[in-house]
């Protein structure tokens, strides 16, 4: 069944009766409590520029409203899980946390949060698990392995993997989970380091509704927005396409930067013209004045948005679909990776092609 838009109040902006106006008159939809946040304009900025939380929602919700009581843990204290776990713990959530590199989370104790020595522990001392790690294998590790998270689960628990993982992952955990009597929801994320500190991010739930209506109210804690797609894999794959895309645009990105400059152009330039047309993209407009400066601080490690385009050319083999772009988009990471660029922001794929031409000069 098709998702319906509706948005809930942010309660930290205040109402401006304009906007609220001009969102009425165009976007019908939108529920009559619905804040926007406050905007700004400036002369090289559109005059009206409007950011609010936007909730996929069906007759039946209306938890987010509703305070989430339970114990919260969270695995896995990365670039997206730490910024995460903090904004819980803000909101005064009572959070566990684990990560294999222990020093991780203590930042996180210092501001309250407890800590257990596995990812069991911290399954069987909480209402709900939140887990974020870096792909499949780890995944699956923190999850199924020796002292996961499953040994810790039961009745009555609930499971939240927003890790960006393949289908079939994200069913086996499914399946483990469910052997134990618990709930399971994977929740992959779309947005960045920057949108999970601020709480912006887009949630692609897909699993136990009933989990799913428990959780929305942490959900609106740490994003701006979430859709609930039904059955376990649907928001893996929704998670697998839209990366897919992502990787093969900055890589379409990076070839026009460095064209731009082969030929005389200035690359700054650049930017600033696709910043105000029709291709115009949040991600060109972010990355792509450090790109004509040639560096690359990581938001989204390079190696995550290579793995992404394996896993989504693996979707597409399953289904026979032809994905040309991104099968050359995911070689060109390929080769970032073998240039040692791993670690770096994904826009560090430019290198690649820098390098490229140089083999070919
Ligand atoms: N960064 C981004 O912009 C976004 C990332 N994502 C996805 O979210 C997930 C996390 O990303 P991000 O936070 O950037 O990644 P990081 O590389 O910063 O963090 C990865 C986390 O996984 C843990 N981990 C890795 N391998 C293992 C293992 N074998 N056993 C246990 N724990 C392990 C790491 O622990 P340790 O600290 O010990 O290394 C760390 O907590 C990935 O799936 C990524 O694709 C989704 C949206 C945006
Ligand atoms: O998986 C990473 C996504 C990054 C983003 O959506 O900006």
Request: aromatic fraction near 6%; hydrophobic fraction near 40%; include cysteine.
């Amino acid at each position: 069944m098709p998702s319906t838009l509706l948005a809930k109040p942010n309660i930290n902006n205040l109402l401006s009766s304009t906007a609220m106006a001009l969102c009425s008159a165009f976007c019908p939809r939108i529920s009559a409590n619905f804040r926007p946040k406050p905007f700004s304009s400036s002369p090289s900025k559109p005059l009206l520029s409007l950011s609010f939380k936007v909730f996929s929602s069906q007759a039946t919700d209306a938890s987010s409203q509703d305070k989430f009581s339970g114990r919260v843990g969270f695995l896995g204290l990365g670039i997206m899980g730490s910024p995460m776990a903090q904004n819980l713990i803000k909101a005064g959530c009572d959070v566990i946390v684990w990560n294999r590199t222990k020093s991780k989370c203590d930042p996180l104790i210092s501001l309250g949060a407890k800590y257990r020595s596995s990812p069991e522990e911290v399954a069987a001392n909480c209402d709900v698990t939140f887990a974020m790690l870096a792909d499949p294998e780890s995944a699956i590790d923190v999850a199924c392995g020796k002292n996961g998270a499953v040994r810790g689960m039961g009745p009555g628990k609930g499971y939240v993997d927003i890790s960006t993982v393949d289908v079939a992952t994200s069913k086996l955990i499914n399946e483990h989970i469910k052997a134990r009597g618990a709930l399971f929801l994977e929740a992959p994320v779309s947005g960045s380091k920057k949108p999970a500190e601020d709480g912006q991010l887009i949630f692609l739930t897909a699993g136990d509704r009933s989990l799913y209506e428990l959780v929305s109210p942490l959900l609106d804690i740490l994003g701006k927005s979430r859709f609930y797609l039904g059955e376990v894999g649907n928001g893996a794959a929704m998670k697998l396409v839209v990366n897919m895309i992502m990787g093969s645009m900055m890589a379409s990105f990076s070839e026009g930067i460095l064209l731009s400059k082969k030929v005389g152009l200035d690359p700054s330039v650049l930017v600033e013209v696709v910043s105000q047309g029709a291709i115009s993209a949040p991600m060109y407009s972010l990355k792509g004045p450090s790109m004509v400066k040639s560096q690359y601080p990581t938001a989204f490690p390079l190696k995550h948005q290579q793995k992404d385009l394996r896993l989504a050319l693996g979707l597409a083999e399953s289904v026979s679909q032809s994905t040309p772009i991104a099968a050359a988009a995911n070689e060109l990471y390929k080769v970032a990776k073998s240039y040692g660029l791993s670690d770096e922001d994904f826009s560090a794929v430019i290198e690649a092609l820098k390098a490229k031409s140089q083999d070919t000069a």
